[in-house]
């Protein structure tokens, strides 16, 4: 059974279409990702799951349960919010036991369970702090913990990594993702970074202006996008237009091209100017200018360098020049 | 080279201000010094020292035959306002003051979550405006407004013959205590009165409190299951109670000290502050007016300790 359907889900605020007739189905235990620039739609969408929103029109259903009018206190979902939301009036451990003590469990019972969740994420003895003398990793771990001693069946995730470092923020991606396996729980992710959605994520929706415009696995939506915008935003990939795809291949679609399989040659179909160069450690980045068309690639350190100015060659691999569909 | 030389340095022409300031802009702790005197001279000599003065006089005592002033330490004074028509003032001030306090609270929660939460460009304008209107007008004129209100001809008494109503008001009145000839003579009359005056003093604060939480924060109690009921009690109050703390001192200490609204509306019985007025004006006896006035600190001060101890400054 999928852990939660969206049928023609629509959410307006005024006229402004935050989320526009989306469809999905979100398997269980699942690890899914929401991916989108700001105002696409996806928090809206992770809102409507949570009960935090209401959906204008369209069906939404939890394990098949209808949940339009279920207010969020009777949903078995619960939500890493991207500020926290820790209260600050209660302890680390009260803080955790929050839904247990609504829920009517005693307090021994509640402050165990708390502990337990609190070893899990490996903050067992802090329980006893308040939220404000913490770091942020560290809160952020908290809110994981009080999110999932209730035992959801789906946890929500709000850009929960928005705020960390990239130290952190990397760290918190394997274990999250350890999580998520080991607990089995289905984890509904949203996210803006496409790093983020590409390495923890089984399948990553990419939202555009309230609409999903591409459901697949993380390499389908890298290597393989269907329309210029994901392949833009996704991966930063070269958008080369129809027409001159067309006389590359005589096909008339826009094409994809990852920059670190651009490839400088002595003979290549296309010629272009290197308009500059930006060391970045690893690679370095080469941007081209090609018949009005801007092109980046990543090449190795060990590779020739060209110099601004030249004219060189490009040329890829058969496969790598991924046809799409036209539009958006 | 002499030209790099003067471009570090603007060449303007250095006037006393601009040494002032300069002075001030090596020495912070001098500019500190200057900006604090006026104040701590103020606070420290004009209102603790007065205060201090105060808190003399009221260890000295009345001769009540000559009616001097008898400059000796005594806590005869302090006896005095156990005598039971003093202490019947001060029980029926605290009371009044702590109905005061619970109604305005009771009042101005709504009124101030509605303001943090849903008021919105120009009708939080409104807002604040409805709300500190009332404060912009002299006290006096409310007062007697209230009074005119009040009255037994009043447009009360008319509003609720025109309902056929007015039964309910003479049943009211009938009750011992609250009740009166009519409202404005009446201790209910001056509760209304009170709880109107002080009202926005208690708005104010819980509504700067509420604007601090977040929604993320009444989402994630929502999300953990607890209704709306339980949000409020466990997460909405405790966090706004700082902002009710600083209402009540504001509502509980102004009708502490009090005078002209028991005077104009109300029974003939006395609240502290028409205690103190009366004994420091009329009778000359200003050691009794001075431990009057003292009950107000002393009850202050155990209201804030016991605000403390029941932790509602733990969210500050």
Redesign the interface.
């Known amino acids: 059974m999928s852990a939660v359907v969206f049928d023609h889900v629509s959410r307006h605020f005024g006229a402004v279409r935050a989320v526009d007739g989306v469809s999905l189905a979100i398997e269980e235990g699942e690890f899914f990702a929401m991916l989108g620039p700001s105002g696409s739609g996806k928090t809206t969408c992770l809102r409507l799951i ?3 929103e209401r959906p204008t029109s369209g069906d939404i259903r939890i394990f098949g349960e209808q949940v339009a009018d279920l ?3 009777k949903r078995h ?3 890493v ?3 926290y ?1 820790l ?3 209660l302890n680390v451990r009260d803080n955790v036991a ?2 247990l ?3 009517g469990q005693g307090k021994k019972q509640r402050h165990q369970a708390a502990d337990e969740a609190l070893e899990m994420v490996r903050l067992g003895g802090y329980g006893a702090r308040k939220p404000s003398e913490l770091s942020g990793g560290q809160r952020q771990r908290v809110a994981l913990a ?2 999932l001693v ?1 035992k959801p069946r789906v946890l929500l995730l709000d850009e929960p990594l928005g705020a960390l470092d990239l130290k952190l923020r990397e760290q918190m991606q394997e274990e999250l993702k350890g999580l998520q396996r080991q607990l089995g729980i289905t984890f509904v992710f949203v996210t803006h970074d496409q790093g983020e959605a590409l390495s923890m994520a089984d399948r990553v929706a990419v939202f555009n202006d309230g609409k999903i415009i591409q459901v697949g696995a993380p390499e389908d939506i890298y290597f393989r996008p269907d329309v210029p915008f994901v392949a833009d935003f996704v991966g930063s990939s070269n958008v080369l237009p129809a027409d001159l795809v067309a006389r590359l291949t005589g096909q008339s679609r826009p094409a994809a091209i990852r920059p670190e399989r651009l490839k400088l040659a002595e003979n290549g179909p296309l010629s272009a100017e290197v308009t500059g160069l930006s060391f970045l450690g690893l690679t370095t980045r080469v941007s081209f200018e090609a018949e009005g068309t801007r092109l980046t690639a990543l090449l190795p350190q060990d590779a020739s360098r060209p110099a601004k100015g030249d004219t060189v060659a490009l040329t890829w691999a058969e496969g790598d020049l991924h046809l799409m569909q036209a539009g958006a | 080279m002499a030209q790099t030389d003067a471009s570090l340095v603007h060449s303007r022409s250095e006037g006393l201000g601009a040494r002032l300031s300069d002075t001030l802009w090596r020495r912070p702790s001098l500019l500190l010094f200057l900006l604090l005197l006026p104040p701590v001279l103020w606070l420290g000599i004009i209102y603790l020292g007065s205060l201090f003065a105060l808190l003399l006089q009221s260890f000295f005592s009345i001769d009540h035959f000559t009616g001097l002033i008898n400059y000796e330490f005594t806590l005869r004074t302090y006896a005095e306002l156990f005598t039971p028509a003093n202490f019947d003032i001060i029980l029926r001030t605290v009371l009044m003051a702590a109905c005061t306090t619970v109604a305005s609270a009771i009042i101005a929660f709504p009124i101030a979550f509605y303001a943090a939460r849903y008021a919105k460009g120009r009708w939080r304008a409104v807002f604040y405006l409805g709300i500190m209107m009332p404060l912009w007008s002299s006290y006096l004129v409310k007062i007697y407004a209230w009074k005119l209100i009040l009255a037994k001809e009043g447009i009360l008494t008319w509003a609720l013959e025109g309902l056929h109503l007015n039964w309910l008001l003479d049943a009211y009145l009938s009750l011992p205590v609250v009740g009166g000839n009519s409202l404005s003579v009446s201790v209910t009359g001056t509760f209304i009165v009170f709880v109107y005056v002080w009202m926005p003093f208690m708005i104010l604060p819980i509504q700067a409190a509420l604007e601090r939480v ?1 929604t ?2 009444l ?9 709306p009921g ?1 949000t409020f009690r ?2 909405l109050f ?2 706004a109670l700082p902002g009710v703390v600083a209402g009540s001192i504001f509502t509980f200490s102004l009708t502490l000290g009090d005078y002209i609204i028991p005077q104009i509306i109300g029974t003939s019985r006395l609240f502290i502050g028409q205690a103190v007025y009366q004994h420091q004006g009329i009778a000359g006896n200003i050691p009794l007016a001075a431990a009057f006035a003292v009950v107000p600190i002393v009850i202050m001060g155990f209201y804030l300790w016991g605000a403390k101890r029941m ?1 509602a400054f ?2 500050l």
């Open positions: 949570a009960g935090f207010p969020p206190y979902v619960n939500t919010f991207q500020d939301a209260f600050p009036h929050y839904g003590m609504i829920a009080r999110a209730n | 977040p993320s924060m989402e994630a109690s929502g999300d953990l299951g607890a209704r339980q466990h997460v405790p966090l932790g733990d969210a």
